[in-house]
């Protein structure tokens, strides 16, 4: 029931925000850009329409939803809503995770409907509902991050700059990796220094480079994907929200 | 102060505008992998369309002559690092590029075409058929065009148009290759499906028969001393 009212808080708090309002306008935007573009291109229109649509949406869900996440806790604490809620029967972990749960539902009401527009411009069907479960995925774990910076920082700003700059670091965490372990050339220098760091890194960051691929949506599957996903976007958000109980727990409110 | 900016304005920085250079050159290879975030299908497409309007931006257009094809070929490549199945970058050498009045110009795009297919054949086969057709109209070069459509005639990628295959017969008989013809006409006749129309059987047998012809007329004229 606590898990429930907390969650169904944060919704609420989405509605009064005008996320859906605000994010859902700039989508149809970047949705007729993305048509009249792809219509201009020489040869493969509706290929080149799907692709900006869906690599456009997903930059601005990613971004929306790291600036929702960081004004609304900004707001919870200095309001000391935070305060009050907490003074119910209810322990830190547990508020943490109906939050997680909350934003959670917040990201899912995003993505269905982004999913339902690019899997009917996509080529592939296959393609685009693994497109639009991995975008969620990836949701979750920038969610879990702006959860935690949040937290610590308590302000929006580090936190918008430290969860977009996870994000961007987390997408190219692949090609980071590719130059540290690549034996094409010798590497000396800094390089020689930093390139256990990064190979540390690939291992601690979420490799979310693998994630929302928009060669799914014109050329389909590969190979499955799913689990591989699904596991990564556990193991990143457990990590991520135990680090945000462990600091939540130590705070003096 | 004012007298200041003016002055340092003049001598530093009036000659720093901004150059828009009709192709410019193409990033690195590790700069283009940053820059793509993860997502090199977004970034194929981003950039397919930024080299479709090369040369015609900031209110100029510009003569295909005037465009540095090199460059543009780098650019390409650049095209089929990201998305190495797209047929966008192809289908802008072949049908866009390729009005160029250089015929330096339209061998690089030509020899590009034949490295992208080769890379994908089975989604972009069909555009030697495009490159054929420059090399043997615009460029005039019977030995390119042959090259090219014997690179297309062995292909095996199913679903190939038969028509990928009579190409390379017409070229020789043409060039007065009639052995070569016949071998060439006889593979093509090899790779007929259930779905190739009859008329296209009717004509590959036709010209097999009448190439035949032919050869047994030039070797008895041959034998008797007298020209067919």
Redo the contacts between chains.
Sequence with gaps: MKLRSTARLVLITALRDRLYLSLFAVLAAVLAVAIFVGGSAISEQQQTAVVYAAGAARIVVILGVIVFVATHIERLVESREIEAILSHAISRTEFLLSYGLGLSLVTALIVIPVGVVVGALATSPAGAALWTLSLFLELLIVVAFALFAGLSFERSLPTVFATTGFYAFSRSIGFLLGIATSNVRKQGGINEILNPYVEFLGLLLPRLDLFGQSSWLIYGLEKNLASVLLAQAVVGVALLLGAAAIDLNRKQF | MLMVQLAFGWRVTRDLSEQWPVVPERPTD?AV??V???????L???F??QI?DFGDTGGRSTRMADYDMKAVVRWLDVLDQL?S????QI??AM??FSFTPQTDDLRRLIDYTSRAVLAAPKNRIQWLREAIVIADRRIRDPKLAMALADQLAASDEPGLNILAYQLSPLLRARNGDLTGALAAMQHALSKVRSDTPQNEIDFMMQFIADTEKKLAEEAAAAQSGVAP
């Design positions: 590790n992998n940053l793509a975030f993860g997502d090199p299908a977004f194929h497409r981003v397919a369309r479709q998305d199945l797209s047929q966008y289908a802008m049908s866009y």
